[in-house]
């Protein structure tokens, strides 16, 4: 057994984003089997190659597979096509295309609470109140978690490093820096982001396993920032609230829209 005299560190809620990231990181950056040239994610404007392996793909599959009994039919034929359990069959276009299939016809909120349920059904019965044993919410328990993140979403989010933040007058390195989120790139979806990752992923964390975390996705550069150890704010103060789509690359854009319809419902 091992037993952690750490002090615990109190969270009160600071006004938005009051949060200062530090890049002087020497982490080296896991790279996720990126396919391009230049070991780095593609620029803006151009989909980043990637090489995925069977970790990988096998993420992707257990992640579409759960997510399948919530999403509507697909349209296609080579979409409806069954897949056994142990063919690892699913890509990431598969994957993206099950989470907008689990979109349609579902308020923010119901998106919000699907990603739950599928989050919930990853973890044994009993899994949160023990990691709320194990991950008190204290400094070494945000950096602990800030550093698993790199290596274990990988498949999903694309590079990323910890570095250092700043939450209430205290620097640790409890930050992960995305450097072009993978999932965001490929839906291209506004409301994909926000409700099915941002939103889900903080409040899992917040509430279920006890551990303050705050996501901020850069909309100009594709890139986010995940804090952990800081309260996120609530949809109405986020700043992603007011977001308007990706009109240039988002099939289900409204242009005329100031907002993401998807933010709205």
């Not at 990637?50 to 597979?65: I, P, Q, V």
């Not at 890509?91 to 919930?120: A, H, I, P």
């Not at 790139?185 to 964390?205: A, H, I, L, W, Y």
Request: net charge positive; aromatic share 12%; glycine share 6%.
């Amino acid at each position: 057994m091992v037993v952690l005299s750490l002090q615990v560190v109190r969270f009160p809620t600071p006004p938005p984003y009051q949060i200062s990231l530090r890049r002087q990181s020497t982490d080296k950056i896991i790279r996720c089997g990126i396919a391009e040239p230049s070991g780095e994610p593609a620029p803006l404007g151009q989909k980043t190659k990637y090489n995925d392996g069977f970790f990988e793909k096998a993420f992707m599959t257990l992640f579409a597979r759960k997510m399948e009994k919530f999403a509507s039919p697909a349209k296609s034929k080579t979409e409806t096509k069954k897949k056994r359990w142990f063919d690892f069959g699913y890509d990431y276009e598969s994957f993206v295309d099950v989470s907008k299939r689990v979109m349609e016809g579902r308020s923010r909120q119901q998106q919000q609470e699907v990603v739950r349920e599928v989050l919930l059904s990853m973890l044994p019965p009993g899994a949160p109140a023990q990691f709320r044993k194990l991950f008190p919410p204290t400094k070494w328990a945000a950096e602990f978690n800030a550093a698993l993140t790199v290596p274990f979403f990988h498949w999903l989010v694309g590079p990323s490093e910890v570095v250092e933040v700043e939450i209430n007058g205290e620097k640790q390195r409890s930050g992960v820096h995305i450097k072009k989120c993978r999932y965001l790139e490929n839906s291209g979806c506004v409301g994909m982001c926000v409700n099915m990752c941002k939103f889900p992923t903080q409040d899992f964390f917040t509430r279920e396993f006890g551990l303050p975390l705050t996501m901020i996705p850069n909309f100009e550069d594709m890139s986010c920032e995940m804090v952990y150890g800081q309260v996120p704010p609530s949809f109405e103060d986020d700043p992603v609230s007011t977001q308007p789509c990706f009109t240039d690359i988002c099939s289900n854009a409204n242009p005329s829209s100031p907002v993401c319809p998807k933010l709205q419902a």
